[in-house]
T-cell receptor, first 110, second 117 residues
Framework: RKEVEQDPGPFNVPEGATVAFNCTYSNSASQSFFWYRQDCRKEPKLLMSVYSSGNEDGRFTAQLNRASQYISLLIRDSKLSDSATYLCVVKVAGYSTLTFGKGTMLLVSP | DAGVIQSPRHEVTEMGQEVTLRCKPISGHNSLFWYRQTMMRGLELLIYFNNNVPIDDSGMPEDRFSAKMPNASFSTLKIQPSEPRDSAVYFC???????????????FGAGSRLTVL
């Protein structure tokens, strides 16, 4: 079983749509969670951290469900510039390294 | 700050040749990571340094791969001899790791795209 699993997509949505991605993790000792964004042929960049109580940053909302061991990312009012791959990232307690999912590709069309 | 600097950005080489990838982390960061990204396997951690000391190299594929960090501002990843299956994008990332910190924000370099023919 992979440590961090994501639906690879692609998710094809029109501008203005709301889209949600889920990610599951296998290690119950996972302590910290993040979403990174990676544009085509570019490096990953931190989009947002995911807090236990859920958090929002503009059009982006992240949720954590520890009982079911999944994380979600909701994007409202999609823009063309949101087209990218979204990487789910997990940090296990006691470790300094991060484990990345393979990513979910989002394509926003006019 | 110029961010994490990697070189070369692109390298095409023939099987059997030695490849050296270079990384300059962000000044003040105490942790450095080498990742490899392929379509099939995604982002895989190869090795992690803290304060210039290798902490976890369990992701290094085999003896053909080696990494060094002689000082806080420079690291290399070497592949010798290279093979076609080593073709991938190699990312270097750095972070400021604090004891007992839950967060560990990585800043990635632009990557080195390696093609081994």
């Amino acid at each position: 079983r992979k440590e961090v699993e994501q639906d690879p997509g692609p998710f094809n949505v029109p501008e203005g749509a709301t889209v949600a991605f889920n990610c599951t993790y296998s290690n119950s000792a996972s302590q910290s969670f993040f979403w990174y964004r990676q544009d085509c042929r570019k490096e990953p960049k931190l989009l947002m951290s995911v807090y236990s109580s859920g958090n929002e940053d503009g059009r982006f909302t992240a949720q954590l469900n520890r009982a079911s061991q999944y994380i979600s990312l909701l994007i409202r009012d999609s823009k063309l510039s949101d087209s990218a791959t979204y990487l789910c990232v997990v940090k296990v307690a006691g470790y300094s390294t991060l484990t990345f999912g393979k990513g979910t590709m989002l394509l926003v069309s006019p | 700050d110029a961010g994490v600097i990697q070189s070369p950005r692109h390298e095409v080489t023939e099987m059997g040749q030695e490849v050296t990838l270079r990384c300059k982390p962000i000044s003040g960061h105490n942790s450095l990571f080498w990742y490899r990204q392929t379509m099939m396997r995604g982002l895989e951690l190869l090795i992690y340094f803290n304060n210039n000391v290798p902490i976890d190299d369990s992701g290094m594929p085999e003896d053909r791969f080696s990494a060094k960090m002689p000082n806080a501002s420079f690291s290399t990843l070497k592949i010798q001899p290279s093979e076609p299956r080593d073709s991938a994008v190699y990312f270097c990332a750095s972070s400021l790791t604090r004891a007992n910190s839950r967060a560990n924000v990585l800043t990635f370099g632009a990557g080195s795209r390696l093609t081994v023919l």
